[in-house]
């Protein structure tokens, strides 16, 4: 199905960093004040002691056995580690050997994929490679189960078109242990209500895309845990939601082809500028916020459609290989699927997602930060593109601190994985980043780490600027 496994450059990247990644039992980082992102509180002049990958203790003077390795936090800031709660890493056999450590240089200790080109065991053999410390690189989640009707948006997609496939589906889905499954564009209402009833019953979550057919409502009372993207929440705010879903469903049970049913969908921007209406996306809001439906928005997406591109020789562009640059330069099927009028209402459309967006916050729905960043999928950036997100939270209406809460607490609550809660305690894996600033003054901060600590091995900024010089290199 794919090429093997290809991980050539990570093991050079590895030989690089053998010295930093050396795993001490112990590490001592001194001099450093926490920041509690819950309540945007500071402990200053702390210490932290870190054992086998997890922190064992933290106190204002600390003293390490003499194996220990110190480090001077020379007054820095320490948060958690972030998350990108919505990636895909393996659409190419060489992509992980670029995001892995493209994640690490920004501060990405965890990500969940969501959708994957490659076979689930050779997922699962990477991440149990960066569990041992054999590969340097965030904690994963493998939660690309996605399910569509056939014959599928992408190659190798679950398929479903009926009740009983749904619950056959998810019984593999089970038996292959992905953490989710995720639910994709062109179910059918039956087929996803099924899909959902099944999910419940093997204990799994049900993430994904709200089917184009199917009612935010409806997917709400289903049960759905995380939504995918954001654009279905203005949808459901449009007085005329009942009515787009009921012109594409009318279009697909007359058999229109994908052309007619790509222009039904891209029409919707602009009824929905026309029909958004505050006092009915009030109710829709409180009724997700009180399902405590998570939403990992993507909204940095947007700039892919608007054309708002790094530069050829913008770093980030020359971190990643120099085959994709010029593949991402091409027209590309979402491009050209989008109408003139699309265009036109760009902006309107995205300063309205934004506008909903910080109304869902407002309203207690639980965000999850995130990018939809994949070889796959031109401009969002494997790390960067996760600090971008948090910036237009930002410029939202959030505070930094909202902002970062999105990308600490607020996933791993959701994920619910042990020993991590978001929290930087005894007892809770080392995923920490070290910053120059206190970032809930400012996000910039983030940009430029003093030091990142994914299960306890601690890349000082030496080692981040040397994963920086070899992605260069290999961009070359
Ligand atoms: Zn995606």
């Known amino acids: ?44 002049d702390q210490s932290i002691l870190i054992r086998d990958g997890f922190i064992a203790e933290i106190a204002p003077d600390l003293t390490a056995s003499e194996t220990a390795d110190t480090i001077n936090g020379d007054g820095g800031f320490v948060i958690p580690g972030l998350w990108d709660s ?45 569990a041992a410390g054999e590969v340097l690189g965030p904690r994963l989640i493998l939660a690309g189960a996605w399910v569509d009707a056939s014959p599928g948006s992408w190659p ?37 209500l099924a899909l959902a009833d099944a999910a419940t019953a093997q204990g799994l979550p049900l993430v994904g895309h709200i089917p184009e057919r199917v009612a935010l409502a409806t997917a709400i009372s289903a049960g759905q845990a995380g939504m995918e993207h954001f654009g279905r929440i203005p949808m459901a705010c449009s007085r005329k939601e009942e009515q787009m879903l009921n012109d594409l469903r009318q279009a697909m049970n007359s058999g229109a082809d994908l052309t007619r049913i790509f222009e039904i969908m891209a029409a919707r921007n602009g009824i929905i500028l026309r029909t958004w209406d505050e006092n009915l ?93 994949s ?19 930002v410029e939202a209406g959030l505070s930094p601190r909202e902002a970062l809460f999105t990308a600490t607490l607020a996933p791993a609550r959701f994920f619910d994985l ?15 980043v070290v910053l120059d600033t206190n970032p809930l003054v400012s996000l910039a901060t983030l940009r430029r780490p003093q030091a990142v600590i994914a299960a306890g091995r601690v890349l000082d900024r030496a080692a981040l600027d040397a994963l920086e010089e070899n992605l260069l290199n290999a961009g070359k």
Not at 97 to 109: R, S
């Open 418 to 432: 042990p020993d991590l809660d978001g929290t930087i305690a005894p007892g809770r894996h080392a995923d920490l």
């Open 86 to 130: 919505h990636v895909h890493i393996f659409s190419t056999a060489d992509e992980p050997d670029t995001a892995l450590p493209l994640y690490l240089l920004n501060g990405v200790t965890g990500i969940r994929d969501m959708g994957a080109l490659w076979p689930i065991a050779e997922q699962k053999a990477l991440q149990a490679r960066i």
């Open 375 to 393: 070889f796959a999928n031109p401009y969002p950036f494997h790390g960067f593109s996760l600090l971008d997100e948090l910036d237009i939270y």
């Open 156 to 192: 190798g997609m679950f398929l479903a078109d009926t009740p009983a496939q749904a619950k056959s589906v998810v019984g593999q889905i089970a038996q292959e242990e992905w953490a989710a499954v995720k639910s994709y564009s062109m179910l059918d209402e039956a087929t996803y």
């Open 281 to 373: 996306c009030t109710g829709v809001l409180d009724t997700m916020a009180a399902a405590n439906l998570h939403v990992s928005p993507t909204l940095v997406v947007a700039d892919f459609y608007t054309g708002n591109w790094p530069s050829a020789d913008a770093p980030r562009m020359q971190m990643i290989p120099a085959a994709l640059r010029e593949a991402w330069g091409k027209p590309d099927f979402r491009l050209a699927a989008m109408t003139d009028e699309v265009r036109a209402l760009a902006q309107d459309s995205i300063a309205l997602d934004r506008k909903t967006f910080a109304m869902a916050h407002a309203a207690g729905v639980p965000i999850l930060a995130s990018t939809d960043a």
């Open 1 to 44: 199905m794919m090429k093997k496994l290809c991980l050539k450059a990570l093991t050079l990247t590895t030989a690089i960093l053998a010295g930093a990644l050396a795993s001490h039992a112990e590490t001592l980082l001194t001099d450093v004040t926490l920041v509690h992102i819950e309540d945007g509180s500071l402990s200053p």
